[in-house]
């Protein structure tokens, strides 16, 4: 399985950046689909995640109402769409693969990892 995320970049503090992820090597609507973020000096948490059909989300506190996944299984991809970006939002963004098609929020339940892409919001 391979995940290969995309869109991260330099941004300020107000603006809109939208991240992709495209899978291969399994039957991607079978699985549930996640994004996790890494700052500096801190430890790897929960974004978002979106189940197998796209029905049921979950987000963070921290970005409920501004980021929004979703994914389209015929084009094997997930996004994150990130709004109103605040300084603190700035880290490494992975998109990660579940065994299964249960969205959820912990890292262990998820077994493939994209190799992240960074997101810089400036204040």
């Known amino acids: 399985v391979q995940l290969q995320a995309s869109g991260g970049g330099l941004v300020q503090a107000g603006d809109s950046l939208g991240l992709s992820c495209a899978a291969s090597?399994?039957?991607?609507?079978?699985?549930?689909m996640a994004w996790f973020r890494q700052a500096p000096g801190k430890e790897r948490e929960f974004v978002a995640s979106i189940s197998g059909s796209g029905r049921f989300t979950a987000y963070a506190e921290s970005v409920k109402g501004r980021f929004t996944i979703s994914r389209n299984n015929a084009r094997n991809t997930v996004y994150l769409q990130m709004n109103s970006l605040k300084p603190e939002d700035t880290a490494v963004y992975y998109c990660a693969s579940a065994g299964g098609w249960e969205n959820r929020s912990s890292p262990d339940d998820y077994d493939y990892w994209g190799q992240g892409t960074k997101v810089t919001v400036s204040s």
């Open positions: 090597g399994r039957t991607f609507k079978n699985h549930a």
